[in-house]
């Protein structure tokens, strides 16, 4: 995963208020919506049922170590959800050993390589990249109001452009990819025809293709890639990438027609998904 900054994450539990509200004018549902919708999980039928769920963030030191305020917006972001939260007091193992012991029935942990959700009853997992890719091809589709047999745009074939891939795939989207290693674009055609028996377009100039598309998924760490120029009144991008690719006059241009946080959309779709695997193992909504 991209490793984010403090700057990043400090902010974003006291703002979840705001950002929801801004999030339900630009795609008509709130983030726990949003993240129901790429979950395939209907709202009304578990948002009591979430209150019961209890989800133990473990602060992990190993590599760079733990980024401040970072356990603080997952809890924040699980509590917006309608779950129980908490910040194990102890870390890596001991951590993981205090989450147990404290019965909690999803536990999520992140360290420089890969950020999960644990659903300790059914020993399953949720990617935060999986998680990411189909939270915003959800808010995309929503702003969108559908994406079937539309032009999107996917640039970056990393683990959350696969991910997008194969969401807007099921979606019947006609799907082009770019990446700056063209390898990674053939792996992905090649994977994509593979498992859906779909062929996907590999494009090799950016530029042309920004301009021709008017849905775009930017799952790229790149920045200024995407500039006025490639922006039209039609023009919808969902952005999952850290920074987002927009230059300033870009960011301007597009206003509520982009779709872009570092951590919001993925935590709670992380958070939705692992619910549905409790709800899988209890029988109960």
């Known amino acids: 995963m991209t490793r984010l900054a403090t700057d990043d994450v400090k902010s974003i539990s006291a703002e979840l208020a705001d950002y929801d509200s801004e999030l339900t004018v630009k795609t008509g549902c709130s983030l726990r919506g949003v993240a129901c919708l790429a979950a395939a999980v209907q709202e009304e039928e578990i948002k009591d049922s979430l209150k019961n769920a209890r989800i133990g963030v473990i602060p992990i030191t190993g590599g760079e170590g733990a980024i ?22 102890a870390t890596d193992v001991a951590g993981l050993s205090e989450a147990f012991e404290k019965k909690a029935h999803i536990i999520m942990l992140a360290d420089d390589q890969q950020f999960m ?3 300790t009853a059914s020993r399953r997992m949720v990617e935060n990249a999986v998680a990411t ?73 950016l530029d042309q293709a920004l301009k021709s598309h008017e849905f775009i998924i930017d799952a790229s760490p ?3 890639i995407i500039q ?10 969902s952005a999952p990438g850290v920074p987002v690719g927009l230059d300033k006059e870009a960011l301007l241009k597009i206003g509520n027609r ?6 919001q959309i993925g935590v709670a779709t992380m958070v939705i998904s692992a619910f549905k695997f409790h709800i899988q193992d209890t029988g109960n909504t």
């Not at 006025?228 to 991008?237: D, K, L, P, S, V």
């Not at 982009?258 to 951590?263: A, W």
């Open 222 to 224: 790149a920045i200024d």
């Open 258 to 263: 982009l779709l872009h946080d570092p951590l």
């Open 228 to 237: 006025a120029r490639h922006i039209t009144a039609e023009t919808y991008i």
């Open 68 to 89: 401040a305020g970072f356990c603080d917006a997952v809890a924040g972001i699980v509590s917006h959800m309608g779950c129980k939260s908490f910040i194990t007091q």
């Open 117 to 119: 959700a644990l659903h």
């Open 133 to 205: 890719g189909k939270g915003f091809v959800a808010g995309l589709g929503l702003m969108a109001e559908d994406l079937k047999n539309k032009n999107v745009l996917v640039i970056g074939c990393g683990p959350v452009g696969r991910s997008a891939t194969a969401e807007l795939v099921a979606m019947s989207a006609r799907v082009s990819v770019y990446d700056i290693n063209s390898t990674r674009s053939l792996d992905l055609a090649q994977a994509t025809r593979k498992s859906s028996n779909v062929t996907i377009q590999i494009i090799k100039d």
